[in-house]
């Protein structure tokens, strides 16, 4: 069984703050790291993702570090604003194509 | 480029009644994807097609869900006979291929079963 375990379940930030939520996943299988988030009503939407041989891949205000040897992974958002609470989910990807999605965090940024 | 479209958007019906969701992904991906958020957790896969053919169904309730992709655009997810635990989000996603590619997901379809 494929388990993947995120956390915190909820986040709640200032805005200007630092956002940081991980994962950790029990399988090696995984080829692919994204972080996905969903708006209310809205379907999963990539945001950012990270291969297994890079340790740390960075796009604007968005980070994830990658420890492969610990079997985790975690999306930092810098200087956090309000349009950014929303609920994030880790998604491993298995060399299938098939996403394994995390539990969720619903991310809450306080103007 | 348009986006994964579903309809439809809501769908409620009383348990034992039937249901079927349709999904038309963006042009040219050859992956298709179904998967099942219940609300407050994170979407699992129920099904995932290869062009029109499955490559994983292991996670769908195949005694009530089924589902077809045609002539490998196209495709429609039924529910014969609904459950109360079927209530949830049904998205639909697709991708160039399962490689290291981006999955799109689609607006979803909130389905209440009472």
């Known amino acids: 069984q494929q388990q993947v375990k995120q956390s915190p379940q909820s986040l709640i930030v200032q805005k200007g703050g630092i956002s940081i939520i991980n994962c950790a996943y029990e399988n090696t299988a995984f080829d692919y790291f994204p972080w996905y988030q969903q708006f209310p009503g809205k379907g999963p939407a990539l945001l950012i993702a990270?291969?297994?041989?890079?340790s740390e891949k960075k796009e604007g205000r968005f980070t994830i570090s990658f420890n492969k040897s610990a079997k985790q992974f975690s999306l930092h958002i810098m200087d956090s604003q309000p349009g950014d609470s929303a609920t994030y989910f880790c998604?491993?990807?298995?060399?299938?194509?098939?996403?394994?999605f995390g539990q969720g965090t619903e991310l809450s940024v306080k103007p | 480029e348009a986006g994964v479209a579903q309809s439809p958007r809501y769908k409620i019906i009383e348990k034992r009644q039937s249901v079927a969701f349709w999904c038309n992904p963006i042009s040219g991906h050859a992956t298709l994807y179904w998967y099942q958020q219940i609300l407050g957790q994170g979407p699992k896969l129920l099904i995932q097609?290869?062009?029109?053919?499955?490559?994983?169904d292991s996670q769908l309730p195949k005694d009530r869900f089924s589902a077809e992709r045609l002539k490998g655009v196209d495709s429609t997810l039924k529910i014969q006979p609904a459950k109360l635990e079927d209530s949830a989000v049904y998205l639909c996603?697709?991708?160039f291929g399962t490689g290291p590619y981006e999955q799109y997901f689609g607006p979803g379809t909130r389905l209440t079963v009472t």
């Open positions: 996603a697709s991708s």
């Open positions: 990270i291969r297994p041989d890079v």
């Open positions: 097609f290869q062009n029109n053919g499955v490559v994983d």
């Open positions: 998604a491993p990807k298995t060399q299938g194509g098939k996403l394994i």
